[in-house]
């Protein structure tokens, strides 16, 4: 059974930063793209960053230059570094797989597997 794990979520001020990580394990797909995603109160959930089992990389336009997503392959923990917060980031920040799909990629609809999420807060 695979699972997905998120943590390193938090209450941060504006302009702070945080690192989320999402272990992953017991999934055996030889190719498949990790990505993170928000949803805020109210609203639909968004793309924020994929990665690719290629080692490319695609950020939402909103966070491009703040945020970095990079994966410890031998570890098999996804990361998301997240600088220059700002208030509209807050929201439950959730890492998804999604198999058989190798480049990055932050279409919801192709990840089939999703953590419980964990909860960014920012205060201006």
């Known amino acids: 059974q695979g699972q997905l794990v998120e943590s390193g979520g938090g209450s941060v001020q504006a302009g702070g930063s945080l690192r989320l990580s999402c272990v992953v394990s017991?999934?055996?797909?030889?190719?498949?793209?990790m990505g993170w995603f928000r949803q805020a109160p109210g609203k639909e959930r968004e793309g924020v960053a994929g990665?690719?089992?290629?080692?490319?990389?695609t950020y939402a336009d909103s966070v491009k230059g703040r945020f970095t997503i990079s994966k410890d392959t031998a570890q098999n923990i996804l990361y998301l570094q997240m600088n220059s917060l700002k208030p509209e980031d807050t929201a439950m920040y959730y890492c998804a797989l999604a198999p058989y799909i190798s480049s990055a990629t932050v279409n919801r609809y192709v990840y089939n597997y999703w953590g419980r999420g964990t909860q960014v807060t920012v205060s201006s």
């Open positions: 990665i690719g089992s290629d080692g490319s990389t």
């Open positions: 017991g999934y055996a797909y030889n190719t498949y793209s």
